[in-house]
């Protein structure tokens, strides 16, 4: 089974994550996007560029993608492992088609449409909702995807995803205490499996 975590920056899915290394059992492959790889370097040094062309920071996400599918994801789900990422693919399309609007026609459609023939959807997708602000205050807003109004592009991107596919996604209040979002991602785990 391959479980994400996904929201916008400041929502606590890396806070999740680290807590589920605790709770969830050793056979559970842990994972992350952009990854560690040297695509995932690349993709962290364009995080860092103001001036970067959207298009092109779309692929190396992508290409971040394809090999994380290939090298750790597929691999570990064929072993029969509970695979869980922090962030995956609706990461790419909520952020990169807020990125691509007005560059590309339809961006979230676009976006979708270059990983529909080889990425593989997570069986379940737990999304920790906050507002913008809130995220973009607790992300501190380090880079330029973590500005408030980004932030309410990329989350309106993501309620489109959320209702195209509403049996997939788990909403978590993630206003709360860290504690309080761990017990519900646990919880909401804890009935997937």
Request: proline content about 6%; charged content about 30%; aromatic content about 8%.
């Amino acid at each position: 089974m391959l479980v994400t975590l996904e929201g916008i920056d400041g929502s606590g899915k890396t806070t999740v994550a680290e807590a589920l290394r605790e709770s969830l059992p050793g056979e559970t492959v842990f994972t992350r996007e952009p990854t560690d790889s040297w695509y995932g370097e690349v993709v962290e040094r364009s995080l860092g560029d103001a001036d970067a062309d959207p298009l092109a920071e779309l692929f190396l996400y992508t290409a971040d993608h394809a090999d994380h599918l290939s090298r750790v994801v597929e691999p570990a789900l064929a072993d029969g492992a509970l695979v869980v990422s922090d962030r995956y693919v609706d990461s790419r399309y909520a952020y990169q088609a807020a990125t691509l609007d007005g560059v590309v026609r339809r961006p979230l459609e676009y976006v979708m449409g270059i990983h529909e023939p080889f990425t593989r959807t997570p069986d379940a997708t737990l999304y920790l909702d906050v507002p913008p602000e809130t995220g973009a205050e607790r992300a501190g807003a380090t880079n330029k995807f973590e500005t408030a109004g980004y932030l309410a592009e990329v989350r309106a991107n993501y309620e489109r995803l959320i209702e195209a596919e509403p049996e997939r996604f788990v909403r978590i209040d993630a206003t709360r205490s860290p504690e309080a979002v761990v017990e519900a991602a646990e919880t909401a785990l804890e009935r997937l499996r």
